[in-house]
């Protein structure tokens, strides 16, 4: 048939009958398996889900989608903020575009140790790292969603017994200088409730997370603060987003509280 | 154009190339407003996702599914448990089938008061209403999933102050002779966990929701035997089924249990 | 006991220990039935989920969460702009703040028309209303989420027959001058792919709406495209956002394009 | 403090108070990363989703659930039928029970050829084990979810050009006798669509996926009949159920086709 050995119509190059230029044009639910770095323990293997965008120039009527695949196809298998950038790079070039976006985002393992027995079993929090590029530069955002547990100071103060408690999430974002681990900020967060949680407690394990919990009753807003105060204690933090939700055992609602700060300007955005 | 003129074929009700009959065939994610009966106080108007079913034998290609949705039309806005038999009589003979299923999901609110100041407000229940009919004869199914909170035993008998306390959901599934409410399937899931939830306490009533739970501390499993116990005493109740799911504070994981029951049988089906 | 004569302590209206101002402190995922005015026809009860929140200052340790209920218990409940910055102010003034936030979310049904055989079935549309509240001045945005088809005109261009199509979602959000209907932002969504969709479409339906389809493939860059370019030129809107997300059907990712006008400035928020 | 040395009691082991048994008692959503092994290649590691349950007798109050975290802990990485048999009977014991439940779920990653170019990229496919053991005796289901392309047979049968296609999902759960490769179930999915799916195409693929697809339309009954066959004719296999939901591009529901097959009775489960 002619049609087929005819050069195939390159309909995205061609011009748009809106003239309207697109802030991001791409693809999103796109699942891999990549390889993160682990602070001083190598690397390890886990499932991303991909968002990739460029803008796109009121010129033209489409972006060649296939191309941010082909770029994650190229992208080096282990995860850094440099094999990020290049990706970053890749996918502007191979779209002649002036600006990109992506965000990967994936559970990362760490092996959490009960506090009195030492078990330990991992616990998978999700991690995304996110970018904006232009120009040659990078606004980089690592964020992570960590689980703790909360228990409600006012309830604490007002009953006679027990006070109550939930599941609560930490998810905090974060630009810096340098290189920062996905640990430190799990680490602030986890830090950040009225108890870590964990996957494996024994009978000992669970009087001392419990206690502990009632020792530092916690807000929600306490939760956000604290968290907010790790990481503007942190030097290589200069900006970060901490949202908390706590799914109230009370209610079948959640509470929430939240806050962003950039350190060089001493205070909250809003503030 | 001649074609459009012509009689459209109908593909559906050509021949199927593999031999094969089909247990269920039919439409799902079908979004549509409805009302309910409310127990003693007329009808609420809530939002239903169906999902609606028929058999298709080897011969046949395919169903004509817009026939689903014009019985959906057809259907007296006010669910019950006749309107609902007359929708799967109605997609039986619309479809030229032997056996349909149907079933709605929605949220169903009630005014739930507060203990102790009476404040009102209403809570959500996600309900359901499922049905298998063939030969005139509808097997007729109650679901709803209720949040209560949960105070762990175990917690509270080994620490020196507090218990990890969190929201867990009661869902319930029954069958029964005569009417039924959804009501009284809520009453049994809200009594069977260490308290009942609300979306507005004042802190009289916090205190009271707190203390009322720490005096009845109840597994995952307590919830379910206690859900059981209050669902085989009731007479029109002939079988159920129970499953609790609880979303343990001290983890990032939760904790279950199920059971189910034939009553005419006298035990559990698997006993 | 003693104790329960006493006056409850306020704890939340104690110091906090961190003295860092919250962004927003609030609940959010509390459901209730709610009222919504059609255009033209009176009124339909829907479901909606809501998230209200207010900015809290660096002294104070948390906020009365139970307010907002009591806010929501108190709002007229037929939605509209006023109702909605009554609400507003409510929350502002009971939590003592000096902004305030607060979205509801809500499945809207509109009965849609087949474009052959005129049958029809109520279509929901994921919308919402979204609010940001300081010093008696609400910054209000209507939301909508349309299904539509789109067909792929690259695919259409090469093949020798066919080209694959897919649903596609076309959310907007939009701010105004003087009442808008959410039906006027569906319109212009419905309007925005290769064809709108429908719940009941018959034979003949089917085929004109496939056919449609076919004459007006588009990219999800050009259904972004188009609905921008009906918003901007819709008189009372002054600020829109649209983005759109392709189920590809050749593919298990999704393809996206999106674009954010201030209309004053004349041009896109980044062009 | 005293308390703190005595023996701490063990809550879960005493009566419980109403003395009915339950079907399951055990952890879910508990995420873990595993190695699963690939046909031909090794092995790959992915991150799972974990339920594991056992029956508990009436005169027990509670299962320890942390020795569900202790058995995963101590399987070994590698998950293989055996190594999964060898979790259920160590959860069997562990918890003194008769009946053990456990299902794993996690994507699996498969690289696809794109038809023309030969563009190769992962694809990932949720999949699941699933396991009910008693006596001895494991009842093992693999289970595979497949993405689709389907060209709808009725509208390229009576439209003058084009025809609506959509993503389709064809869901499969085998039991078997021997060896079985997830990649096997895989495969009889891939090819009972109109056309497999790819994450990456070039556009001479682009034509071909979407020109294939054409020549073989499938209502989603035809996909789920075309799956069965596949099943039936496989020599090891000895029960399936095939569930196929396509995204209709022209509505917003889905439409579905189920059945299951015992092959021992040569016919479906209720033929």
Redesign the interface.
């Known amino acids: ?1 002619e ?2 050995n005819a050069p ?5 190059s061609g011009p ?3 003239a ?14 990549i390889t993160v770095r682990v602070k001083g323990r190598g690397e ?4 991303a889900d991909a968002e990739l ?1 460029v ?2 120039p009121s010129k033209l ?3 060649h ?2 191309r941010f ?2 770029a ?2 190229e992208m080096s298998h282990g995860l850094s903020y440099d094999t990020f950038k290049s990706l970053m790079a890749d996918i502007t070039e191979r779209l002649a575009a002036k600006r990109a976006y992506a965000r990967l985002r994936f ?1 990362y ?1 760490l092996e959490e140790s009960a506090p009195v027995s030492g ?1 330990s ?4 929090y999700d991690c995304q790292v996110e970018g904006e590029y232009e120009d040659g530069h990078l606004r980089f955002t690592l964020g992570v969603a960590v ?1 703790v ?19 609560a999430i930490i998810r905090i974002k974060a630009r810096f200088t340098g290189f920062l681990w996905l640990e430190d900020l799990i680490a602030i967060a986890r830090n950040s409730g009225s ?1 870590p ?8 394990d ?2 001392e ?3 502990d ?2 020792r530092r009753p916690a ?4 939760a ?3 968290a ?2 790790g990481l503007s204690e942190h030097p290589q933090i200069k900006w970060f987003e901490v949202r908390v ?1 706590s ?15 950039r350190k060089d300007a001493g205070k ?4």
């Open positions: 048939m049609k087929n195939m119509q390159d309909v995205q748009s009958s809106v309207l230029p697109l802030d991001r044009v791409g693809v999103k639910d796109l699942r891999l398996p390890q293997q886990t499932v965008a803008d796109l009527k489409g972006a989608m296939s695949v082909e994650l196809k559970p393992f078990s079993f991992p616990m998978g689980p547990m909360t228990v409600c100071p006012c309830s604490k103060a007002i009953c006679d017994e027990g006070a109550h408690s939930q599941r108890s949680v964990y996957a494996l407690l024994k009978r000992e669970e009087k997370v419990t206690e919990a009632f807000f929600v807003e306490d956000a603060r604290a907010a105060l939700e799914q109230e055992s009370i209610h079948d609602h959640s509470a929430f509280a939240s806050l962003s700060m909250t955005n809003r503030g």
